[in-house]
């Protein structure tokens, strides 16, 4: 589903899985890489090999105010790219009238994972987002589960964030 132009904020603890994410959405898009954390260089970009958007990643962890972010000129390059930033909540919202937020959890030990959890608006599932979606593959003891929560902001997200919820929930997409 993502396209140029699309900005996705991650956020979650250190360890949480956020740049494996953008690792995956780095070959669903088919950029050069390897794509590995910029936690030093704050910012790479991954051109793509084929026809498709280029991958910015950005890491936001040592920038304390929106002013920081945009020294970087991400909006430069915004329009032509699919942006990923760590850590961005409440630094780069501003780039994009809509964008997506993912919050990648790491559930206590025995907190159930795997399901789709919806509820109301503010909870981050319900109208405008994806729900929750355990990752992990309980099986296997070298996986820690993960649970994922998707909201759309703005129009173009808030839309894409339902299918995809309908998707995950098993739902089909009413047009």
């Known amino acids: 589903m993502l396209r140029a132009g699309d900005l996705i904020v991650l956020n979650g603890q250190l360890g949480a899985g956020k740049t494996t994410l953008v690792r995956g959405i780095g070959e669903g898009l088919d950029v ?17 090999l084929g026809g498709g958007p280029a991958l910015v990643h950005v890491d936001a962890y040592r920038l304390s105010s929106p002013a920081e972010v945009d020294d ?22 501003g780039l994009a009238a809509s964008w997506l937020d993912v919050t990648i959890v790491m559930p206590a030990p025995g907190q159930g994972t795997g399901q789709v959890a919806t509820g ?7 109208p405008g987002s994806a729900g929750e979606r ?39 997409v009413s047009e």
């Open 120 to 126: 109301g608006p503010g909870s981050g599932s319900g």
């Open 32 to 48: 050069r890489g390897p794509v590995t954390s910029p936690t030093f260089v704050i910012a790479r970009v991954h051109p793509a």
């Open 134 to 172: 355990g990752t992990g593959d309980e099986s296997d003891p070298g996986d820690e589960p993960r649970i994922v929560l998707l909201t759309g902001r703005g129009e173009r997200w808030a839309v894409a964030a339902e299918s995809v919820r309908a998707g995950l929930l098993g739902v089909p």
């Open 72 to 93: 970087l000129d991400l909006d430069a390059d915004l329009e032509r790219s699919v942006t990923v930033v760590e850590w961005g909540g409440g630094l780069v919202e």
